[in-house]
């Protein structure tokens, strides 16, 4: 049955105070040594106290339940949401991903604008009813596929002109084509055109960068012709903190639905990403969701989720599935990783996690895995996308159960250790 929809409702459920519980130490900072708090965030607090004009613009900062409402699509975050970027989680049914847990998935406007292409996206009333898929969906704005995969020919304020990847044609997306193309796929959830600065970039060059996408959010915000979905802003600025907070205020004065956080886990260190988070979150405004995009790192997962970030998405657990490499339990592995094909796994009948409740899990030996991996069976996709899928579902779920319980910052140590061994 095909969901009714509407305009996303946003409900905070539980809000834990990560920068009152660090100030009185509450909790051992040792077990928050991975996010670096220090620097910029210290540098956010001062200004509350000194900047009286901005007072009201900044908010405590720590870990969240949020509900998200599209009709009769209720879900609570934080949560991960498997890609799909061409309108099918690759390798698995909607089915799959349904029954895992999850009832919100990303499409890509990009590809999906390029094929099969959106006259067909509006014979059959968008991409819900095309792919089949009961939840919602979000859709990116193809700025950072312009980016990465096309041949640029044109960038300038009106929009990107680009060769496409599959036959080479040229195509021109705008703020407001992109609004248009959105809207025929019908996602509940669409992103503004963005330009995706490049990395590294001079702060003067991340300035000009997050400058035009200012503007091109705006174009966007006014370009919408069906109100009654959702539209996120998104946040740029390179790696400076200081242009990541002028882009929020910049995005504040448009009513956006939700806000994501972009131009991040582009070839930065990982306590680089911290850094700019923890400089970026006292300013993201506190009664609307929160994305950060293209991240789902295990470890990046619960340090972003400790800062307060509600949505995640990456293309990561199924594309290392389809090599092999699954995500597992401290239990499983000290190093929280698992490569199918070793030669260690050959008559293992061991499941890959013994405490993972996955259809894989349940039924299958790594033994089997193995073989089928080694013989090229398409059926191994499928079954380590389930399991890299439930791991992220698992862990999520966990981390909202310990918010919701009040438990979290004495659970951290346990969730960290379990979920991603590799990173203490
Ligand atoms: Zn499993």
């Known amino acids: 049955m095909l969901p009714n929809r509407n305009l996303i409702e946003f409900s905070l459920i539980k809000s834990l105070e990560l920068n009152k519980d660090f100030k009185t130490g509450k909790y051992d900072t040792a077990d928050l040594k991975s996010l670096d708090l220090e620097q910029e ?8 106290a000194a900047v009286e004009s901005e007072r009201d613009l900044l908010h405590t900062v720590g870990p969240r339940i949020t509900k998200l409402k599209f009709g009769n699509i209720e879900l609570e975050t934080p949560i991960f949401m498997p890609v799909g970027t061409v309108g099918s989680v690759k390798s698995l049914s909607p089915e799959d991903v349904y029954s895992i847990g999850y009832r919100l998935i990303l499409g890509n406007t990009y590809h999906l604008n390029l094929r099969p292409g959106m006259e067909l996206m509006r014979d059959f009333g968008g991409l819900h009813q095309f ?5 919602a969906i979000l859709t990116d704005s193809g700025g950072f596929q ?23 044609a040229k195509i021109t997306l705008t703020p407001e084509s992109v609004v248009g193309i959105q809207e025929d796929i019908d996602s509940d959830i669409q992103m503004v055109l963005d330009e995706c600065t490049s990395y590294p970039a001079t702060h003067a060059e991340a300035k000009a960068s997050m400058e035009r996408s200012m503007r091109w959010a705006q174009r966007a915000r006014e370009a919408r012709k069906n109100k009654n979905r959702a539209q996120f802003g998104i946040v740029q600025g390179g790696m400076y903190g200081d242009l990541r907070v002028q882009s929020i205020k910049e995005l504040r ?10 131009g991040l886990s582009v ?19 506190h009664d609307k969701p929160r994305y950060l995009m293209g991240v789902g790192a295990p470890d990046d997962l619960i340090d972003s989720i400790m800062l307060g970030i509600d949505m995640f998405d990456c293309v990561m657990p199924t594309r290392n599935a389809r090599n092999g490499s699954v995500f597992v339990r401290s239990t499983a592995s000290a190093n929280g990783k698992m ?44 079954l380590l996308s389930i399991h ?37």
Not at 41 to 48: D, I, R
Not at 392 to 404: G, N, S
């Open 146 to 168: 312009v980016m990465s995969l096309a041949k640029i020919r044109k960038l300038n304020e009106e929009g990107a002109t680009f060769a496409n990847h599959i036959n080479g």
């Open 339 to 382: 490569q199918i094909k070793n030669a260690a796994h050959k008559a293992s009948k061991e499941p890959l996690d013994s405490n993972c409740s996955c259809y894989t899990c349940k039924n299958y030996s790594r033994a089997y895995l193995r073989h089928l991996f080694v013989a090229e069976e398409l059926l191994v996709f499928r």
């Open 41 to 48: 965030f210290s540098v956010a607090l001062e200004k509350k």
């Open 131 to 135: 792919m089949r898929w009961p939840g």
């Open 253 to 262: 004065k448009n009513d956006f639905e939700g806000f994501a956080i972009g």
């Open 267 to 285: 070839g930065e260190s990982k306590r680089e990403m911290r850094r700019l988070l923890s400089a970026t979150m006292p300013w993201m405004p």
């Open 388 to 424: 890299n899928l439930q791991f992220l579902y698992d862990l999520t779920e966990e981390m909202r159960e310990a918010i919701r319980t009040g438990r979290i910052f004495e659970e951290l140590p346990n969730i960290r250790k379990k979920y991603a061994p590799g990173s203490i």
